[in-house]
Nanobody, 119 residues
Framework: QVELVESGGGLVQAGGSLKLSCAAS????????MGWYRQVPGKQRESVAL???????SYGDSVRGRFTLSRDYTENTMYLQMNNLKPEDTAVYYC?????????????WGQGTQVTVSS
């Protein structure tokens, strides 16, 4: 079982930066995939940045080169550094972890944090 708590969202002007944090309670040693998704009203949740257990990183086309996913293994925390933000980055951002429980996989989500980018 894992609980995820995001922080760091807010209002920023276009071109600015924000850093989101995701603090995990519980062990992430059996995480097979983790990262960040985002969602705007009326649209499907989309992948922003993901990292596998073998530390392969992937980014959405719209954020590649601007966003950076990182993880502090000692603090059990994951970050999303967002630079050169654009109004189209406005969304609720969710932290995500997929855990291997041995008998199956389970997905865990944070409560979400709002990011608003003004033009």
């Amino acid at each position: 079982q894992v609980e995820l708590v995001e922080s760091g969202g807010g209002l920023v002007q276009a071109g600015g930066s924000l850093k989101l944090s995701c603090a995990a309670s519980g062990s992430l040693s059996r995480a097979t995939l983790m990262g960040w998704y985002r969602q705007v009203p009326g649209k499907q949740r989309e992948s922003v940045a993901l990292v596998t257990a073998s530390r392969r990183y992937s980014y959405g086309d719209s954020v590649r080169g601007r966003f950076t996913l990182s993880r502090d293994y000692t603090e059990n925390t994951m970050y999303l550094q967002m630079n050169n933000l654009k109004p189209e980055d406005t969304a609720v951002y969710y932290c995500y972890v997929k855990l291997d429980h041995g008998v199956g996989f389970a997905d865990y989500w944070g409560q979400g944090t709002q990011v608003t980018v003004s033009s």
